[in-house]
């Protein structure tokens, strides 16, 4: 009898037909003689229906708030399920993140597990029952309700197959697996067999939705391997797995893009030490993550510097920039919300040369203009105007020939 960990994202259970269908598949692998654990997100677009409306009441709202609103999702999509998983004649119980207990530390909307006490899970399993887990939520010390950021199911559920020592951690989802870019956007895109996950992390963390990186970050830290497939077909997915020798032989597996950044440069910025510790002390103390940052050489003294944040905080930044700039006394402030950024990642880059010139050769040809550049061992970033994303996406999966040969063309 093995022990299996599924979860389901939003898509897959998008409506009453979806969630029967879904509990049926649950079923299946139940009586197959599996223990099943399901961990469910809510039903797709309802996390965002709920952002939407705390920031009707308010632009900030408090961040415990928020997470009292946002766990909701979750807990009725683990009622719904087990009542669909019930009615096929089934038993089924379903869990809250605190119910679990899912410990987590108290940063509200971006909470780290800290420890899972699987004993009402495996007490549910020996009584026969497919227990149903809400993702994406856990409970602080304080019996706080907290989530674990965007995509968070992914998390729950490879922290719940680590901690149940489970023998596989199957993530559904509306494509077939992990592809070399994004399958919405490129149709000639084809699905990887496996993928490290180090080049997974890039990928998830360089915009692609597929999987949530810090899930994948887990998994590496405790060798879970996990299997990305769809809710909608049987075919084998995409494994995430520990590097092999084989992964190195080509030099990109992956292109991501993301739309959700935003750029600020201040010019005229006096050279000398301590302006960047200042300048982007405050950042942080805003709680705004910086990606990339670029600093122009110095001239008369003065210099350049670029940065980019999530598009979401870039008011906010903007003002606290024109605020430092004032104090440090630099010139303009200039702020670009209309950027994306695309990457390339694989391991292979560590062993091929000349990836990174292909990439701005590609990206020339289309007269597509860098903005920045920022590179890692295995990945290139170019953030470019947004207008541009999806030829430049289309572009370089094709100069890496990353993509199926269109049929009649092979
Ligand atoms: P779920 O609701 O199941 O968690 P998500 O919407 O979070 O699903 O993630 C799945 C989506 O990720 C796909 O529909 C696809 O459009 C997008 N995606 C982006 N890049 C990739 C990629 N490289 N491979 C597969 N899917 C990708
Ligand atoms: N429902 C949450 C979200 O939309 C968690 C998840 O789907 O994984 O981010
Ligand atoms: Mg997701």
């Given amino acids: 009898m093995a022990l299996i960990v599924q979860k389901y994202g939003g898509t897959s259970v998008g409506d009453v037909e979806r969630l029967r269908h879904v509990a049926r598949r649950i079923v299946e692998v ?21 952002l939407q409306l705390a920031h009707q009441i308010t632009e900030t709202p ?12 979750e807990q009725v999509a683990i009622g719904l399920l087990s009542l669909a998983i019930q009615a096929g004649g089934s038993k089924a119980r379903s869990f809250t993140g605190t119910q679990v207990r899912i410990l987590t530390d108290n940063v509200h909307t971006r909470a780290r597990i800290l420890n899972i006490d699987v004993e009402r899970i495996r007490q549910a399993l020996r009584e026969g029952e497919i227990t149903i887990v809400a993702g994406f939520q856990g409970v ?17 559920a490879v922290a719940l197959a680590a901690a149940l020592n489970a023998d596989v951690c199957e993530i559904y989802t509306d494509v077939e697996g992990v592809y070399t870019a994004d399958p919405g956007l490129v149709s000639t895109a084809q699905k990887l067999p ?43 997915g995409t494994l995430v797995v520990q590097e092999d020798q084989d992964m190195e032989k080509v030099a990109v597996s992956g292109i991501a893009y993301d739309k959700n950044e935003a750029k600020i440069t ?27 940052i ?68 590609a990206l020339a040809a289309e007269n597509i203009n860098i903005m920045m550049i920022s590179t890692s061992e295995i990945k290139v970033s170019c953030v470019i105007e947004e207008k541009y994303t999806e030829l430049a996406v289309r572009v370089l999966h094709d100069a890496f020939q990353l993509g199926v040969q269109p049929i009649g063309e092979g």
């Fill in 140 to 156: 602080n010390a304080e019996e706080e309700v907290t989530t674990l950021g965007r995509g968070g199911s992914d998390l729950t």
């Fill in 30 to 50: 139940s009586e197959a003689g599996n223990q099943v654990v399901v961990v469910v997100s809510a039903i797709a677009g309802e996390t965002d229906r709920l």
């Fill in 194 to 236: 496996r993928i490290s996950y180090e080049e997974m992390i890039e990928i998830a963390s360089l915009g692609a939705r597929v999987l949530q990186a810090r899930a994948v970050e887990y998994a590496k830290n405790y060798n879970m391997s996990i299997h990305v497939r769809s809710s909608f077909t049987k075919n084998p």
């Fill in 294 to 361: 670029v600093q122009n050489i110095s001239q008369d003294g003065h210099t350049d510097i670029s940065f980019t944040i999530p598009r979401s905080d870039f008011h906010k930044a903007s003002e606290l920039v024109d605020g430092v700039a004032k104090e440090i006394g630099a010139g303009q402030i200039l702020g670009d919300d209309r950027i994306a950024k695309v990457s390339i990642v694989g391991v292979g880059m560590r062993t091929h040369s000349g990836v990174a010139a292909r990439m701005f050769t």
């Fill in 62 to 73: 408090n961040a415990r708030e928020l997470d009292v609103i946002l766990a909701t999702g």
């Fill in 266 to 292: 201040i010019t005229g910025v006096v050279d000398r030490p301590g302006i960047a510790a200042k300048l982007f002390g405050r950042v942080a103390e805003a709680g705004i993550v910086v990606d990339m």
